[in-house]
């Protein structure tokens, strides 16, 4: 039951390719933007789509996947956990951002 307690799991399309940095002792970083798309009728019988934006993050083997494999637009699951992040900017004031770092991912949809 405790890997249940923070677990995330999406299903969208890369907004960007993703940003790969290699790291000091060959360590692997993959960051990507993921949307997420919500529609439904509203009350005048619309139907209405609501996009959502989430920062994704992946280390290591799951970079290395995400360099090889993954492209804009491309659909894909993601399953991993939610991270707080905090930094102050440049005026001094603390900032927060939260991601969602990626453990296993597939891709779906057509090949590209």
């Given amino acids: 039951m405790n890997a249940l307690k923070n677990k995330v799991q999406l299903i969208g399309n890369l907004g960007m390719n993703p940003e790969i940095k290699n790291l000091e002792g060959g360590k692997k970083l993959a960051k990507f933007s993921l949307a997420t798309n919500e529609t439904y ?29 993954l492209v804009k637009g491309a659909e894909v699951v993601i399953e991993g956990k939610l991270v707080n992040n905090n930094y102050t900017d440049k005026e001094g004031n603390k900032r927060y951002t939260i991601e969602i770092q990626a453990s296993e991912l597939l891709l779906v949809g057509n090949k590209q």
């Fill in 41 to 69: 009728k509203n009350s005048k019988g619309e139907k209405v789509t609501e996009t959502q934006w989430h920062n994704i993050v992946a280390w290591g083997k799951t970079a290395e996947i995400v360099e090889k494999f």
